[in-house]
């Protein structure tokens, strides 16, 4: 190995430790922040994540996320599985496969610079290197803080899988071009396609990937027809996987919502509007896309984004111009790129090409439920860093070093400052509450942001803040409908706010107006008519109302038998009248129908003990051990029945248990000495 050979792997190893350093230093302050939002329906409430079993079942499932997700499923399970629900584990994979995707972007842009494309190239100076380029490229895309909501918001690990496994599939795809045996090359693109399968099955943008195989074949290896058979094929495998879950759910396709001609604009957040209307007003998303490449400011979880209705609107049709322009200027360096000394071209061009390709699935003509997400953008940004890089050193090289030595030291500063910017923007996820205000400080008109700011008051048990936030969202939806919950779902948290700050008249009075709402002719929601009986009946069984309260479940239960929620409430209204035996009756119901459920398990043990029924409590404590062996209160309960039961034997071993499980355990310690 010669001392040239040595001195870039030095570089590369020690270009990869500074790609490292920077992402856990941009991502230090995000590993303690808290599940939110989609957390809790993909992570915390998620039996597929603590069930490795059960994953196979969501496949099948009607969830678009869980069964065509997989991998991202796969790997919430596995952190479960080693850490519960500590989010210090799900945040140190997520920033873990970031540094990757960082890594593999640094060696992808290498291999590029090694095709036969650039064999007679050189640079003007020896200052921007091909792995100082890389190293640029992926130092920007690894701090840029646009990649927050990507890295930040764990539910968000979608992106970052299917990044991961795409510049896998397209870096193993350039190996097999450049390998020189047949068990190379075959070794090389079956591992491209397996990569390609895995990504799709991460998140659904990986669909595309085809088509920037095929521009990275044609624009660096040539040979077209081996490129479009090649890529036919991926194309062909590809589409497996779509075409088998539109099969399965005619009228989807991943996150894409269904398709119609005409819906009324209102709103911000919906997946039925009019693929016309969309598209216009993505040209001004994708404006807006750029701007916060650009200008990392004012970033938002939600954006209030309106719909465009013409295409001559003067934002529409200038953000259209902007766009075009932007796209034929690629196509012309490319083709400036054929001229000696300009190949570095070629490579600006990819960058624009692989920034538009990556986005044409959320934001041409097919409805999403969002107009704009910053993860969507997270793979396209690689693109968008690829370009900044090689055209602005190309401009510094080719007016001597002194300017590329200042370039050189701008971009070193931009990274720094990008680093900074990441780091504070990182700081406002630190709670729900703190995020969901930092929406509506930015965007007071979101009504979903005033929404779910007032859920997270009410979970931290703020109930006069929840009580504002959901009022706040009531006067907004009549300005405009928010189609992401209805105007009773809104009442109905309310209600639930005053019911748990104990102001039981009006939440009564609330409850009674969602009833009336769900009730009405223009609404179809029984569900929300469930709830709200429900809760009604709560607060009544709260006021001591037990009459009032029963002939509120029993209105719940004629709409519908077997909601668990109903039993229950049923349930603890017949312990509170000390009728026992209608309440086993409600809890059993329960338990035959959620034979998983914890909580409903214990309920059952102690009404049979109350009752006096030993073996019957011994069994539902039993099964409540084999659904969590840690479940320290069922070794404590069986073993009080059998010292009840004079059995103090059959007691020991449960009380011995319960106490390595805590040893400090106050109950299990008295159960102890009565044993002694």
């Not at 309310?494 to 008249?505: N, Q, T």
Request: one cysteine or more; aromatic letters at 14%.
């Amino acid at each position: 190995m010669s001392s040239a050979d040595m001195w870039a792997i030095m570089k590369n190893v020690l270009y990869i430790i500074i790609i490292a350093i920077l992402s856990v230093l941009v991502y230090s302050n995000t590993y303690h922040v808290p599940f939110v939002y989609d957390d809790f329906t993909n992570i915390r409430d998620n039996p597929s994540v603590k069930d490795p079993s059960l994953i196979i079942n969501t496949i099948r499932s009607t969830d678009i996320i869980l069964r065509s997700r997989v991998i991202g499923v796969l790997s919430f399970n596995i952190n479960y599985r080693f850490g519960g629900l500590n989010v210090i584990g799900y945040h140190v994979v997520n920033t873990g496969i970031h540094i990757i995707n960082a890594i593999l972007v640094y060696f992808l842009i290498l291999l590029i610079y090694k095709s036969p494309f650039f064999q007679d190239y050189k640079p003007n100076n020896y200052i921007f290197t091909p792995q100082l380029n890389a190293l640029l490229t992926a130092g920007l895309f690894v701090v840029h803080p646009i990649q927050t909501q990507s890295v930040t918001y764990i539910s968000h690990r979608y992106d970052l899988l299917a990044a991961f496994f795409m510049l896998w599939s397209l870096i193993t795809y350039i190996k097999m071009l450049t390998s020189d045996t047949k068990f190379k090359k075959r070794t090389c693109f079956i591992i491209s396609i397996l990569s390609e399968i895995l990504a799709i099955e991460s998140k659904e943008i990986a669909v595309l990937l085809p088509f920037l195989i095929f521009m990275v074949h044609i624009s660096f290896y040539r040979n077209y027809k081996k490129a479009a058979v090649n890529c036919l094929i991926f194309l062909i495998i590809t589409l497996i996987v779509p075409i088998s879950i539109y099969l399965k759910a005619p009228g989807t396709l991943g996150e894409l919502g269904i398709i119609r001609d005409t819906t009324p604009v209102e709103t911000t957040v919906l997946n039925t509007t009019s693929p016309k209307y969309y598209l216009f007003t993505q040209f001004r998303v994708i404006v807006t896309y750029i701007r916060l490449l650009l200008l990392p400011i004012n970033q938002k979880l939600i954006y209030n984004y309106h719909f465009y209705t013409s295409f001559f609107n003067v934002h529409v049709f200038s953000s259209f111009l902007f766009l075009l322009s932007v796209i034929l200027f690629g196509i012309y360096i490319y083709f400036l790129s054929y001229k000696e000394g300009k190949q570095i071209f070629r490579l600006s061009s990819l960058g624009i090409y692989w920034f538009f390709v990556f986005l044409s699935l959320t934001s041409t003509f097919i409805p999403f439920n969002d107009l704009i997400a910053e993860h969507w953008i997270y793979f396209s940004s690689i693109g968008f860093m690829l370009f900044v890089v090689t055209i602005i050193t190309t401009i510094a090289e080719k007016n001597g070093k002194f300017a590329a030595k200042a370039v050189l030291t701008g971009l070193i500063l931009l990274i720094i400052t990008l680093s900074m910017v990441s780091y504070k923007r990182n700081s406002v996820w630190q709670s729900e509450i703190s995020l969901w205000k930092d929406v509506i400080s930015k965007n007071p008109e979101s009504a979903k942001g005033h929404f779910t700011l007032g859920l997270s008051y009410l979970n931290h048990g703020d109930y006069d803040y929840a009580i504002e936030e959901f009022e706040n969202t009531i006067k907004l939806n009549t300005k405009s409908k928010a189609l992401f919950q209805t105007l009773e779902q809104f009442y109905l948290y309310l209600g639930i706010s005053y019911r748990k700050k104990a102001s039981y008249e009006k939440a009564v009075e609330v409850f009674k107006k969602v009833i009336s709402l769900s009730n009405s002719s223009s609404s179809n929601n029984r569900d929300t008519l469930i709830d709200a009986y429900n809760e009604l009946g709560c607060t009544y069984l709260d006021m001591n109302n037990y009459d009032m309260a029963l002939e509120q479940f029993t209105k719940a239960m004629k709409l519908n038998n077997n909601i668990k929620k109903t039993h229950v409430n049923l349930g603890n209204l017949f312990i509170k009248t000390n009728n026992i035996d209608k309440a086993i009756s409600e809890f059993l119901f329960v338990a035959s129908n959620n034979p998983d459920d914890l909580q409903v398990h214990f309920i059952l043990g102690l009404l049979f003990k109350e009752n006096k029924l030993y073996d019957k409590a011994i069994m539902e404590f039993i099964k409540n051990i084999e659904l969590n062996r840690n479940h320290i209160e069922s070794y404590i309960e069986i073993a009080s029945v059998y010292i009840i039961l004079k059995q103090n034997q059959l007691a020991r071993p449960y009380v011995l248990k319960a106490l390595s499980i805590n040893p400090s355990n106050s109950e299990a310690q008295y159960l102890m000495r009565q044993l002694n």
